[in-house]
Structures are given as C-alpha cells and as structure tokens.
C-alpha cells in the first residue's frame, strides 16, 4: 500500500472572547463540520487536534420541562429540609 500524502494548509485565525476561534468554512466542509455536531479534541504537547466523530457523543438536550421536574424531584421533603437547617 502506499504511503497517504498529507496536505498541510495553514491559516491565521484570531482567538476571540472565550477562547472562540472561526475554523476556515472550507475547512469545515472538507471535515464535515456542521453545526450542532459534536467535534472531539486533543492536546498534544503544544498542538490542538480537532477531528470530527463518527459515532454521536453520549448526551442529550432536556426540555424545560423535564429540568423543571428535575428540580421538583430532587427537592426535600418539608420534614428533612428542617433537620437539615436544624
């Protein structure tokens, strides 16, 4: 098999507030970098690696609903809230 060749392009890009930075959008489209979509990345020595995902990241987005009743759930009963505050 022979060797892959590697391309190297290279860009300026500015770090904005927050530590955002804007990755090229021809550069987003060639990685397959769409909104939304989980990205994984890496420290290495002195190199940040980015590379997209095949596989979704394990969250999930709750609705406010299901916070609100998150919250409701997990509030003390009137009885221990006062041992505690006792």
Do not use: H
Request: zero cysteines; aromatic letters at 8%; charged letters at 35%.
């Amino acid at each position: 098999m022979a060797p892959q060749t590697q391309f190297i392009q290279e860009e300026w890009l500015k770090v904005l507030s927050k530590g955002m930075i804007t990755i090229p959008k021809v550069w987003r489209e060639e990685l397959g970098f769409e909104e939304g979509k989980m990205v994984q990345a890496k420290k290495v020595a002195n190199q940040v690696i980015i590379e997209s995902i095949a596989k979704p990241a394990p969250y999930r987005i709750y609705t406010k609903a299901e916070l609100e009743q998150f919250l409701k759930d997990d509030r003390l009963p009137k009885k221990l809230a006062k041992l505690k505050d006792a």
